[in-house]
Structures are given as C-alpha cells and as structure tokens.
C-alpha cells in the first residue's frame, strides 16, 4: 500500500503547534521514545528549527551525534511522523541506530505512514550520497520489520542492544535497488 498523501519535509516555524502535540501525544503514551531530539520546550521553536538546520550541516552536533536531516511527514496540515537520516554512522549508529530512523504518531498508527515515510527518505539518503541504508528495529517490534522490509530491506541478524533488553533486528537497503 502507499499512501500518497503523506509529504516529508524540513520542520517550519509554523509548524510549532502540531509540532508539540506529536511531541505531547508521544511523551504521554510512549516517555522513553524521543519523538524529538533534544528539543527544550521551554525555548524558542525557531531556536529548535536552526538547531535542526545547522545539524543537517553538520553544524553545533551535540555529543555522540553526527550530521543528521530531520523531516517531519505530514498529512494536510497534521505531523503524523517524523524521519532522522543520519548522514555517516558512528559506533553506535553502526551497531544500533542505523542510518534512519523514523517514528508515527501513536493516534495515526497503522495507515501505512511509515512505509511511505522510509520510501520518501530513501532518495533524500541517496541525495546525501548513501548508496546503502543501515535500518533496525527492536527485536518485538514486528510492525517496524514489516515496514523496513516492504521497503527491500535484507535481514542482517540481530544484535543485543546495550541501552534496553530488547535486542535490535538490522537490515541493510541497497538504495538504489528502491528508487
């Protein structure tokens, strides 16, 4: 299935109100996903917009992180998900966290969101100069591995996650086998 009204994009300024309520709907059904990375509430949201900005640059990174696009995926008006394209792996992202990750809101689960979501970035991966995506999801997440298989991704094993007891299933997509 695709759904061909979702569209991918960089987060806008205008986008602070459903911006916090994809936030706040995550925060109160699932606390330890990060549905936004280091956001601080409390700031400015134009702040939060550069700071997405410079990372895509490769530009003030906090800690452990590496050049990174965060687009937004929406649906009219309504944030729905969110896409991370990390533009080179470090240590943990090579064992972990993969090339992209990505994550629906829980309120707009299973409309295939996310499968059209990991097809949309996998030409912004391409764009960057990753010929070859490295995804994984957890281990009990049989969701998550239909998503990344739909979109051609080649089971690679599974790896004990250092960070929770649920270990990690990974999957490599030759892009351009996608696009």
């Not at 965060?70 to 992202?93: A, E, K, P, Y």
């Not at 281990?139 to 270990?167: F, L, Q, T």
């Amino acid at each position: 299935m695709r759904v061909e009204n979702i569209k991918l994009r960089h987060l806008r300024v205008e986008d602070e109100t459903r911006f916090r309520s994809a936030v706040d709907e995550f925060k109160a059904t699932e606390p330890d996903w990060a549905f936004a990375f280091a956001f601080d509430e409390s700031g400015p949201f134009s702040d939060y917009v550069e700071k997405l900005a410079l990372w895509t640059k490769g530009k003030n990174l906090p800690e452990a992180f590496v050049a990174n696009t965060f687009l937004v995926g929406l649906v009219g008006d309504t944030i729905v998900g969110r896409v991370s394209i990390r533009h080179t792996l470090n240590d943990f992202l090579a064992r972990i966290g993969g090339h992209i990750g990505y994550g629906v809101v829980p309120s707009h689960r299973n409309r295939g969101y996310a499968t059209e979501m990991l097809r949309q970035a996998l030409p912004v991966a391409s764009a960057i100069g990753i010929d070859r995506v490295l995804i994984t999801c957890d281990d009990n997440n049989p969701a998550s591995r239909r998503v990344i298989e739909k979109n051609g991704g080649i089971y690679d094993g599974v790896i004990a996650s250092p960070e929770s007891d649920v270990p990690k299933r990974r999957y490599w997509i030759n892009i351009g086998d996608q696009i």
